[in-house]
């Protein structure tokens, strides 16, 4: 089937990209690179003419919950929008793990996201998932602060993009099913000790500080809720791949 790929170009998006081509499908990139602006709208009609599942794995860099509600609210209005104008039977979001009780910032856009493609007139399926083996790499980068990084205070379940990818095209091969179960990864880790693996692991010489971040977000950061809970609470699946041996595959950018 022909699967459309919002933020084809991304961390996950790729992935999915690989994962759907791999198995068959063709595949519309739906990333400005191709001339598709979802956020403006632009070029949208003509990359989704004909597809059969449109996968929304859209993310933004922003902390700013009314930039992350505005962003995601926009960019699923104007996705759901033109799936219902072509007929498209399926949308696909990928959200995250545990965010319920942390109705702010980033994750704020993401709830919003998911009221409005539960509500939306297209056939959904949400998806969530635990942070990626590769939030260590973006935090070393973005929460450096001269000769050291501040490593926000995050207790998580990292699972692979990769994995996600494989995981998310299933879904799209299995039709819309409202609430998927959550995928999470294989152990618990936090996030200082992530990124002082990484290091080791490549060489680097450089202090990573465990910070507590203030107020609410950094509060459920801190809290574990992004671990995801146990079976009982929700359907889950486990990915396979560790931290550890992500750092040694192909995925890890030294």
């Not at 290091?199 to 500080?209: E, F, L, N, S, Y």
Request: charged fraction near 20%; hydrophobic fraction near 45%.
């Amino acid at each position: 089937m022909i699967i459309a790929i919002a933020g084809a170009t991304g961390t996950v998006g790729r992935h999915i990209t690989r994962a759907a081509l791999a198995r068959g499908h063709e595949v519309r990139l739906l990333s400005r690179r191709e001339g598709v602006d979802v956020a403006g709208g632009e070029g949208l009609d003509a990359a989704l003419d004909g597809s059969a599942a449109v996968i929304d794995a859209l993310g933004t860099s922003t902390l700013s919950q009314r930039k992350a509600v505005a962003f995601f609210s926009t960019t699923t209005r104007n996705l759901l929008a033109a799936e219902q104008r072509h007929g498209i039977g399926h949308h696909l979001a990928l959200s995250i793990v545990g965010i319920d009780g942390i109705d702010t910032a980033y994750y704020a856009g993401k709830l919003a996201q998911e009221r409005l493609v539960a509500a939306g007139p297209v056939p959904h399926t949400i998806a969530r998932t635990t942070q990626f083996h590769e939030f260590a790499e973006q935090i070393a980068v973005r929460a450096a602060l001269g000769p050291i990084v501040l490593a926000p205070r995050t207790l998580t379940r990292p699972v692979a993009a990769r994995e996600v990818g494989v995981h998310l095209v299933e879904l799209a091969e299995a039709g819309p099913s409202g609430r998927a179960p959550d995928l999470i990864g294989p152990r618990d880790e936090t996030l200082v000790g992530m990124i002082r693996r990484m290091h080791a692991h490549d060489g680097i010489r450089r202090p990573v500080i465990d910070w507590r971040m203030p107020g609410a977000y950094g509060a459920g950061l801190a809290s574990g809720a992004l671990r995801g809970g146990s079976a009982a609470d929700a359907p889950q699946r486990v990915g396979a791949q560790t931290f550890d041996a992500w750092l040694d595959a192909p995925e890890h950018r030294r």
